[in-house]
Structures are given as C-alpha cells and as structure tokens.
C-alpha cells in the first residue's frame, strides 16, 4: 500500500494537467462517449466511483455480518447454486435462503460498480499508471471474493474459510480506501524539501511513519483475532456449522490485550502528531474516536452476550476502523506541506 504519485504530477489531480487540457480538447471517440461521464471523466467525477467502491466494499461487510448473525450462512446450501435446483431460494428455505441470496445478489452490484470505477480510471487523464493497477487488482478481488465465500458454503462454513472471507473483504476496503486517497481531485501533497526551514528533521518524520505503520498493522492484527473469537463463539452461520475448537474466553481475553495494544499505539500517535504538529493531528484524532467507539460496541456487545444488532455494528466498525487506520498511515506518508512563498511572517523572526 502506497501514496506515491510520482507517476503522475501533483497537478493531475486539480484538471491543470497538460494531459488532461490535451484530452479535453481531442473530440470524442469510440463508444464510451455514449455514457455520460465516461467519454471523458473528470478527476470529481473518478473521485465519485472511488467512494461509491468504498462505500459498497463496507457494506458488504455488514451484509455479510447479518447473514452470519442470524445463521443465514447455509441458507443457500450449495454454490454457485442456491440449492442443487435452482439459482434462486424457493419457499422451504425461508427466511435464512432470502438473507444469504440477496447477500450474494449484493456480490453482483459491487462488481458493477468495480467495473464502472475501473473503467472511470483507466480513462483519466490524470490517472497514475499505479492507480490503474490498484483498481484492477480491486476489481478482480471482487469476484475471487465471491469465490471464497462459495468455498465457505461448500466446507459448511468451516471457520478459518468464514474468517479468510472476512479477511478478504477488510483488504478490499483497505484496497479502495487508498484508491479514494490517490484519486481526490485536488493536488497530492509533497513531502518537505530541505528549503523548509519549519520542517521538522528526517528522523522525526520516520518515527511519524512507523507509528503510522503500527497503528495500521496492530488493527489489522485486533481485526484478525476478532475473527477467532468470532470462530469459537456463538455466531457460526448456522445451528450445525463446526466452531474454531478454541476456548471463547481465551480467544476473547487475547482480542482485548490486542485492543490495548492497539490503544497505547493510537495514543502515542495522536501525541506525536500533537507535539510535533504534523499533518495527521486530525486523522489521529478520527483514528482514536473511531477506536474508543468500537471498544465501547465490543464491550457492551461482550457484556449482553452478543445481540445480533451490535455484532453487525461490531463487523461495520471494524471496516470503518481500518480506514482510519489506512487514512492516518497515508497521510503520515505524505504530509501536507504548506509552500514557502505562502508562509505568513514571523514577527519575531523580522524583528531578530
């Protein structure tokens, strides 16, 4: 996961780009220019599909979690059919075939919709060639995505399967979160250069980084033990779906030192970034909300023994949890510098 948009100047992002004035004015060709918005995107328009990616990727999430938390996950006991008969839940499935099949009808709207970002980016002007590679590998992890969960249907929703299909869609919003960061359409940020006599030292920038980078790794650790505890408790999909064989109070008691682990690290980002001023403050501090909030829905849940409404929060704050985390690391990459020319006198400096 990268930032990096060496590939494509800073300009590409606010329409001033020299390729993007050379497009805008080549007439109109071959058959995208019959749908509005794809003959020629524009950098808000681009911006637009990489949160609507964003924004279906989370959702699926939830989905997925109320499947699970109302023991939906065999009600379309086989795959790629719903039963050996049909492609659609017929009445004896009831309730549970409804909820898994528009689950798995949902799959067929997110991959419109990845397929609709992947060609609005590829089309930019101002696209970077790897943005054109993020949003391929998002588009084509979309349908193995699907692949997964059928092979959870098939192993009669084996744990390890349930949290790998898990797993998969937590990188995929990861994935679409840093696709949304390097499509805003306003100039990418550069890091300081040595004419900054305001920018702190390489060393104070590392450590701003490797934070940045524990915060992200702890929360996909706290994430993946989420998924064990998940495996060994209640919530298995289905009345005879095998658990994880592992102790839920353990499992639990190992997600929570994680939690604190993860806490500690949030706080000394969010100080560093306080103390030393730097362009993640704001992000920390989303970061830290975002976390405490879901420490609160993870204990309240724990505490009530798991109503399903706050295990599908759970799994949604999970989602939103990682792209705090992806967000604080990529701006931690790629500080928003303020330039030198623009800088307001010091007083005390004129006046030395």
Known sequence: MTSDTSNAPATARSGDHPAAAGDARRPLTGPWRFVP???????????????????????????????????????????????????????????????????????????????????????????????????????????????????????????????????????????????????????????????????PSTATRRLGIYLAWLVYLVTWGTIYLGTVVTGSGPHAGDVDAPRNGLDPGNATQLHADAVFTLVGLAIAALVYARVFARPQQRSAV??????????????????????????IAHMFGSAVLLIGATWQLLIARNPIVKDPATKKADPLRESA
């Open 37 to 199: 918005g794809f003959g020629r995107p524009t950098a808000r328009f681009v911006h637009r599909w990489a949160i609507a990616l964003l924004v279906s990727n989370v959702g699926i999430v939830a989905t997925g979690g109320a499947v699970r938390v109302t023991a939906s996950g065999l009600g379309c006991p086989t795959w790629p059919r719903c039963t050996d008969e049909s492609f659609v839940p017929h009445g004896e499935l009831g309730m549970h075939g409804a909820i898994e099949f528009g689950n798995r009808l949902l799959t067929f709207v997110l991959i419109v919709i990845a397929i609709a970002t992947w060609v609005a980016v590829l089309r930019s002007a101002g696209a970077a060639r790897r943005d054109k590679w993020l949003v391929t590998l998002i588009a084509l992890g979309i349908p193995f995505q699907g692949v997964i969960g059928g092979i959870t249907v098939l192993t009669q929703l084996n744990p390890w399967v349930v949290a790998l299909h898990f797993l998969l869609s937590m990188a995929l919003v990861s994935a679409s979160t840093v696709l949304v960061y390097r499509m805003r359409p306003y100039p990418t940020p550069t890091a300081p250069g040595s004419h900054d006599a305001d920018a």
């Open 286 to 311: 989303v970061f830290m909300l975002l976390l405490l909030l879901q420490g609160l829905i993870g204990f309240v849940q724990f505490a009530t023994d798991l109503p399903i409404a706050l295990v």
